[in-house]
């Protein structure tokens, strides 16, 4: 057992000021945390983190996102915290020709709520526990909302849950299965996420927050360790983007990894990240080349979870994708939705529309030859589509259960 | 990379008697496969199973059920039956009081398609593969079904999924996902079981099919070597039965473990099965002293995912219980929706209601002073319940956006 870990020192990636707390530099842009083994001790006076450059593949067998604990802020909290990440990454060959390159799927649907959220949420019911807060805090209305007031409940903490005042009633109750305290918000949802910072009394871990994103970074600290278990680095990862929390979590692996001289500084894994064309300002800044996210009046998309106008975390998006010579693109609804189809059909699985984003980038990239055939290529399933309703495409024929057998030679031998 | 795995023999619990094939001894019970070293050469000329009495802790890292490959009669299939398994096992502090016991769950959900069911489909589709087949079935019209259809789906096998003539439209949307040929059956559903066995030209993996228990056993395998890492053995293990499938499945590693002197014959965990009570002819044979089961006319109940009225392998669960000193009880509705709403707000956990009866089962037992409050109990959480739907208890308050500060003062002080 580790001793409480201390708070950790934020930087900005991109002035490199520092900051003992707060999500956002003076310059505007995102803190994370700074994982340089310079700034704690726990309480058994033991130095808490290991300095990122003196960092090597853990040997011990445990799968949950505990095993990366020395570029971990806080300690391992009790509950459904405890188990968060260690998901499936496995080939998926039947979809290759799909997607035109050697894909591989990450499940993020593994995790306790079905979606990456809960290793965000890991670190930050940590971090409260640590800090001997009774309060933590989400704005949300999809998986991030699930997944906050899970861990927290399992975890003994209090948990407030901001919500559009006009949420479907059945997203509600898929949160308030967990009982958090829900508020409907009403006015400006989108200004929601700075004013929820100021609240008093809860610590709020939003989606681009340093802690939800220091939680978020092992799912490609996962991935790159079972290809480095090969002796290989994937040649592409590639995910959704909403707010760019998640995305700038894997470009901080990425760049922890590199720091700890486990990724070769020349050949990166390129991060390709995924809009849906409906609401793609990311994307649209990207192809401007412009390094800076202007908000967008956003329109309707299937991918309603990853459907941001206004991503707190944009510009370091683009910072991500440009320092490992990937791109963010966007991909249209039926796309999607074909996308959606391929991964339940030859591939097994059941994904929301915004993890489908992935394959149908994937297939754009590499029908523009931006992915070879022969390329390993990560895709993240970030979330289950077991909470999803689709229509009935065609009703079943119905048999006689005395005719089954002449049906069934009939439907084999056809 | 071993080679293709040859057919396993099967044999009776029962009577000790061996068949090549089948799912029935002549006596009439359910067969499960031997595993005793002495049937089979892979392709490459090498015994392909360890003999279950030399059989040893895999040291091994990978967390899949493939690490127990020593003890399956089959190769690693691709898609998602190569990643099944390796599910969370946590303890869960915040329901002891509740339980009366130190309480662990297995987190079932956390397989592909969101239900211990993967296991025992990866194990069939695999042999299938192994066996050159073009078609798996199933006689399902819930998790068995999905989980079927998804990993014949992922390797590329067809899948034929037998469901009852008036089956929901819901539920059928949630199976029809993966694309598998789905038939209505008209006529007496529950004599499709055995009719199915006779299809030509498909191999149904039914619910207590010899090689569905072969994956199955793994939940158990996985229970038991995480004790066995902290030098301990379960005092219990509590499943929810239905077939008796997954209850034999259970009993079976019970059994190979001890067959291996990994676990003491003197203090195996106590085997604990729990039924609904609307539908519970185990339990009443049980309450009975009886050693066969007798079909009872079913009621309705909210855990309908283990409303068998016939069960196939009800009295080899008669036989688990009976060799480990557990039993088989059963719970009524409104303890089953206590606890499934308990293990949502006190561990961040979202079941099925029939997952739920292991809880509601084990506040039972506890209650009787069956299960002593020092004791590690394992409750395995068998299938998600994010594809549930539940009435919202009530709409959360609307706060406008000016006033948050003051409300959110207002709720963590109180």
């Known amino acids: 057992m580790t001793g409480t870990k201390t708070p950790p020192t934020r930087v ?48 011990t067998s445990g799968s949950s996102i505990w095993r990366y604990r020395d570029l971990l802020p806080v300690s391992r909290p009790p509950g459904i915290g405890s188990v968060v990440g260690g998901t499936p990454l496995f080939r998926t060959p039947r979809l290759d020709d ?20 809960d290793r965000g949420s890991a670190v930050g019911v940590a971090r409260a526990l640590d800090a001997g807060d ?8 999809g998986n991030m909302a699930m997944s906050t007031a899970a861990t927290a409940a399992s975890a003994g903490l209090n948990c407030l849950v901001l919500v559009p005042d006009d949420i479907p009633t059945e997203r509600l109750t898929h949160i308030a299965r967990y009982d958090p305290t829900l508020v409907r918000v009403e006015g400006d949802y989108g200004r929601l996420y700075d004013v929820s910072l100021d609240l008093p009394g809860v610590r709020f871990v939003n989606s681009d927050a340093p ?3 220091a939680g978020q970074k092992t799912t490609a600290l996962e991935i790159c360790e079972a290809f480095a278990d090969e002796g290989r680095t994937p040649d592409a990862i590639v995910a959704p983007v909403s707010s760019g929390g998640h995305a700038s979590a894997i ?40 390094d800076r996210v202007t908000p967008v009046d ?15 975390s944009g510009n ?21 939705l074909d996308a959606k189809r391929q991964l339940a059909r030859r591939a097994g699985l059941c994904v929301e529309p915004a993890s489908a984003t992935t394959l149908a980038g994937i297939r754009h990239l590499s029908t523009a030859g931006k992915i070879d055939p022969e ?20 009703t079943p024929e119905s048999v006689p259960i005395g005719d089954l057998p002449e049906r069934v030679a009939s439907l084999v031998s056809g």
């Open 98 to 117: 799909y997607a035109g390159c050697e894909l591989r799927v990450k499940d993020e649907s593994a995790n306790p709520t079905g979606s990456f959220k």
């Open 12 to 59: 900005c990636y991109r002035c490199g000021r520092e900051a003992a707390t707060g999500a956002r530099c003076s310059c505007g842009e995102p803190l994370w945390l700074k994982i340089d083994g310079t700034d704690g001790v726990d309480a058994t006076g033991r130095a808490d983190r290991t300095d990122a450059t003196r960092f090597s593949w853990p040997e």
């Open 375 to 394: 390329e390993s290529v990560v895709a993240i399933a970030t979330g289950t589509g077991f909470r999803e309703r689709s229509p009935l495409a065609e």
């Open 251 to 290: 470009w901080k692996a990425v760049c922890e990894l590199r720091d700890a001289n486990l990724l070769n500084a020349e050949s990166l894994p390129r991060l390709y990240f995924v809009q849906a064309a409906a609401c793609d300002p990311i994307a649209e800044a990207f192809r401007n080349g412009a």
């Open 211 to 213: 802690l939800r994103v």
């Open 298 to 312: 956003g329109g309707e998309t299937v991918a309603y979870s990853i459907a941001n106008a206004s991503p707190p």
């Open 134 to 141: 009774d309060w933590v805090g989400t704005v949300s209305h």
């Open 316 to 336: 370091r998006v683009l910072a991500a994708v440009r320092d490992t010579g990937g791109a963010v693109l966007s991909v249209a609804d039926d796309a999607i």
